[in-house]
C-alpha cells in the first residue's frame, strides 16, 4: 500500500468535495430551488462527497 498516493488521494478528495457541493447548490438555485443547511449537515454531505471523489479516484484491482 502506498501511502504518499493514499494520503494524496485523500486531500484531493477533501479539497474537492465542498467545490462539487457548492457547484451543486449553485446549479439547485438556479434551477429556482432554495436549500438552507445547518452546519451539521453541511459537515455530512461534504464527508459522503469527499467519499464518493475518493472511490473514483482510486483504482479498482
Request: charged content about 10%; proline content about 2%.
Amino acid at each position: 500500500m502506498n501511502y504518499k498516493k493514499s494520503l494524496l488521494y485523500l486531500a484531493i478528495s477533501l479539497l474537492l468535495s465542498p467545490v462539487v457541493v457548492y457547484i451543486v447548490l449553485i446549479a439547485a438555485g438556479a434551477a429556482g430551488a432554495s436549500y438552507e443547511m445547518t452546519h451539521g449537515e453541511t459537515f455530512i454531505i461534504w464527508l459522503l462527497m469527499a467519499i464518493v471523489i475518493n472511490l473514483s479516484l482510486t483504482r479498482k484491482e
